[in-house]
């Protein structure tokens, strides 16, 4: 009998430090190769990280909450091993980073991880799981752990979900309709004001010379400090050195976009679309492919290298869909979009949403994006000027789409309008191809059957 050390590994992000979610098992517990112990958080995605070897957990080195530097010990398991003493997954006997190895022996061990030791760092914990949470994971709904947590994560009751799985159980569909149906009277009832007058959310200094808020020695019970970390804090560098970088520059007109909608319509009763979600955002994408075929530069991007900058253009659209889950705002993106159908985009598009919801968006998802649309219309917004997301020269923003009077041939009529709005880097293009490139996609929206030369 041996005892192993885990230690928390890189997952390939090239990231430092990680949070646990939650433990999967508890000491004592008795595991199997690739079980799953733990889920971490990092800056950019939740992760399951299974066991290496088989065995009888023994400490959990790390609570729910705290934050983990990468190589830090996080799990001890005993196991029978060839050979006495412990071993450290992960790191060689002189703590420096092992080669990822498999064994077929009698403890059934596989090496990963990487990095050399670390330190855990006590961070504020999450709050226990709340009764009704209990008395909800109870109940005789059926329903696997995944589709649980994401009913949890968008605020659903399984007990309100009309089930249409095969067996009788509840799906991720089901939770996803169920949520944005619910979600058209999510902003009806207006919330008590309540006996907290401020939120203070702590953010990191600017610089080394602005020294740090100094909390008070005893903190204002009406008063809740919500630590940055994950993918919060990942967003908020990324914005601060976008908006402090490139100079913004904002264009957006207005848009009849009655055919759109009547293009829609269409695609939804249409057999070859039966199984595929088709919303505006599907002809909002084709457009701006469209239109960013016509104007390159605001698909390119401005790098600084030693001694001078350049431009990189580039000839295919990898884009970006700004979505706001429960972790905070993600923007994965649709590799190679301009050679996809509009199919193939209209499926890219439901699995980019349902992976983002469920909080399973990869790193890769989210690199190497060259131009992004944000739907601010879900939210009943007209119009914004959005922040452009690092290493791109644009960010377009659809806004809500809603009958309003329109002049058609000099009379007054009731239309579908909607508002185009972009951000752009100046240092890369300049007003008129802003301007022309926002003009293209609202002439798509006005009138999709452009689409088809």
């Known amino acids: 009998m041996s005892t192993q050390t885990f230690v928390l590994p890189d997952v390939g992000e090239g990231l430092t430090e990680a949070e646990i979610v939650a433990w999967r098992v508890a000491p004592g517990d008795v595991v199997a190769v690739n079980d799953v112990l733990v889920e971490i958080e990092t800056a950019k995605s939740l992760v399951e990280l299974p066991s290496p070897f088989a065995g009888t957990v023994g400490d959990l080195l790390a609570a729910e909450g705290d934050t983990v530097n990468v190589g830090a010990a996080i799990i001890t398991i005993a196991s029978v091993a060839n050979g006495a003493g412990p071993t450290v997954v992960g790191q060689s006997e002189h703590g420096e980073p092992a080669d990822a190895e498999a064994s077929d022996g009698g403890d059934g061990a596989v090496l990963v991880g990487y990095g050399t030791g670390g330190h855990v760092q006590s961070r504020r914990r999450k709050p226990a799981v709340s009764a009704q949470e209990r008395v909800e994971a109870s109940v005789g709904v059926v329903a696997k752990p995944p589709i649980r947590k994401l009913a949890r994560d968008l605020g659903v009751d399984l007990a309100a979900v009309t089930p249409s799985g095969a067996a009788g159980e509840v799906t991720r569909e089901d939770i996803v309709r169920h949520a944005s149906q619910a979600s058209v009277f999510r902003n009806i009832e207006t919330p008590e004001w309540g006996d907290v007058r401020e939120e203070r959310i702590p953010v990191a200094p600017a610089a080394a010379s602005v020294p740090p808020v100094t909390a008070p020695a005893e903190p204002d019970a009406r008063e809740e400090t919500i630590a940055v970390k994950g993918v919060r804090k990942a967003t908020s560098s990324a914005m601060v050195q976008s908006a402090y970088s490139a100079p913004h520059v904002s264009v957006w007109t207005d848009v009849d976009a009655s055919r759109t909608m009547e293009l829609v319509k269409r695609l939804k009763t249409s057999p070859d679309f039966a199984d595929v979600k088709v919303s505006p955002l599907l002809i909002m994408a084709r457009a701006v492919i469209w239109a960013a075929r016509r104007t390159p530069m605001v698909n390119a991007a401005w790098v600084d290298r030693d001694g001078g900058a350049e431009i990189t253009v580039r000839r295919y659209v990898n884009l970006g869909i700004a979505a706001a889950t429960p972790r905070g705002l993600l923007v994965p993106n649709i590799k190679d979009a301009q050679d996809l159908s509009m199919r193939d985009l209209a499926r890219a598009l439901e699995k980019l949403t349902l992976t983002a919801r469920e909080g399973k968006t990869t790193p890769a998802d989210q ?53 185009v709005a972009g951000s752009f880097d100046h240092r890369v293009i300049d007003g008129d191809g802003m301007s022309r490139f926002i003009a293209d996609v609202a002439s798509i929206l006005e009138e999709p059957a452009l689409l088809l030369d």
């Not at 914004?384 to 791109?392: A, K, L, R």
Request: proline content about 8%; hydrophobic content about 40%; overall charge neutral.
């Open 367 to 419: 690199q190497g994006g060259t131009i992004t649309i944000t739907n601010i219309g879900v939210f009943g917004m007209d119009a914004g000027t959005p922040i452009i997301n690092p290493g791109e020269a644009g960010i377009v923003a659809l806004g809500t789409i809603r009958q309003k009077p329109w002049v058609v041939d000099g009379e007054v009529r009731p239309r579908w309008v909607t508002t």
